[in-house]
């Protein structure tokens, strides 16, 4: 089975982690006492860690159980879970623009993109070319830098350019 699309890290997206937890420490260490300042530069990993899994926990709901039903093969519902996943990053675009702060992930690809690269996986793993090509075409509209999805297009094209010339030469034989 291919891994699913988790993410790209980036050390430009992970500067606002950086930031976030370094400012904590600053605001905890006014606080707390003088005598406590160790316990500010232990707390504040902690909020910081809760805020950065609670928040993708919730948020990436769709996205996670479409991780969770990818691992366990369950294909369909996978892709159920990652079309709603893209569905509402579109409806709610700001979060994922600003993922750096609101899910505190350092991933250079969007939320919406690696849901529709995994629908795209999926329907490629299935044996579906006719989805697969359909499902990367839509991730390049929208997403023309991505070299996965061109590369996996230009791999499925030529697989069944291929395939078409195998089929061709047992007919004529």
Known sequence: MNRPTLSFWSWRRALPQVAAV???VI??????????RVLATVLAP???????????YFIAAEHRKGLAALLKEDFDSAVSHFEQSAAFFSRHAWLDQHRAWTMMTSSVWTYRE???MNIAAIHSQKGEIAEAKKAYRRVLDEYPQNCRAAKAL???EAVAR????????????
Request: net charge negative.
């Open 27 to 36: 605001v905890l260490s006014l606080v707390f006492p003088q005598d406590q």
């Open 154 to 156: 230009v791999f499925i």
């Open 114 to 116: 690696m849901s529709l």
């Open 162 to 173: 291929e395939h078409e010339g195998q089929s061709e030469s047992k007919s004529h034989s």
């Open 22 to 24: 370094a400012t904590l």
């Open 46 to 56: 902690s909020i910081f860690l809760i805020f950065s899994f609670g928040s993708r």
